[in-house]
């Protein structure tokens, strides 16, 4: 049996990355400097230096969208390549909500597809675990990638597609 999946974001050639926004720790006095660009085989790369000067430490790209119900699915499925550190990806029920919930994946330097269950995904804001249940998986209005490793590194992560199953 065909399992049904949605295409949230498909980056390609063609991609606008303007669609994403992108949140340096400057936002809180940092040097941290990332940025997303579109490479010639149509992948978002999202790449830069995170710093830890200042109370800095994170580089974060996110992608609004029209609010869409998801009670169907249950995972997130994302294609992508790292360079072996560790992300978080993060999504949104409400575009009024402060809170986003976030779930850790460790990168390989091969192209892999993760799979990241929305009862997985824990309720966080500004880096902080909050005691809220962790995400339910009613409605979707935003996606996000954040890397905030606790270390001054540079960092490349390739991305494919985000889909929903």
Known sequence: MMREEVTIFDFNKT??????????????????????QIDDDGNGVFSGHVSLENNG??????HDINRISVEKYSSFVIKLKGDGKKYAFRCKSGEHQRHTYSCSFKTTKDWQTIQIPFKE???VFRGDNLELPNYHGDFLAQIAFIIKNGVA???TLKIDSIKIV
Do not use: P
């Not at 991609?15 to 997303?36: F, P």
């Not at 430490?57 to 996110?62: D, P, R």
């Open 15 to 36: 991609s606008n990355r303007k669609q994403w926004d992108l949140v340096n720790d400057e936002v809180m006095g940092g040097i941290s400097m990332g940025l997303l």
């Open 57 to 62: 430490g994170f580089c974060l790209i996110k």
């Open 121 to 123: 995904m824990e309720a």
């Open 153 to 155: 590194e540079d960092f």
